[in-house]
């Protein structure tokens, strides 16, 4: 059995799931684009899990609590598990992220500390 696992996406997919067709264990990973003028058609928040979230291209915006935060192509955004979200594209353009859910409190070393050479 390979130490790795691969997959190619669908570029013009509007979300992509990676957990099963990577069989990620510690992560749950997606690859998502919403439509100009569109949004996420739902507020949610977790019980366990951060999000955090790389805006790839477009713009936009996440409301956070009632707090309205603009989006950007490079911006990184972190959600603590009960923050009450929901993401929108800007009228102008597509907004395409990554959006990774993990366990808050999970990580226990950093990159060096875990790595053996």
Known sequence: MKNYSIVSTDQNAARTELHDKLGLTGAEVSINTIPAGGSVPFVHWHKKNEE?????SGSGRFEVDGESVPLKAGDWIRIAPQGKRRMFASEESAISFVCIQV???SLEE???GDAEA
Do not use: R, V
């Not at 955090?52 to 790839?56: D, R």
């Open 52 to 56: 955090i979230y790389g805006i790839i």
């Open 103 to 105: 366990k808050a409190g």
């Open 110 to 112: 950093f990159t060096a």
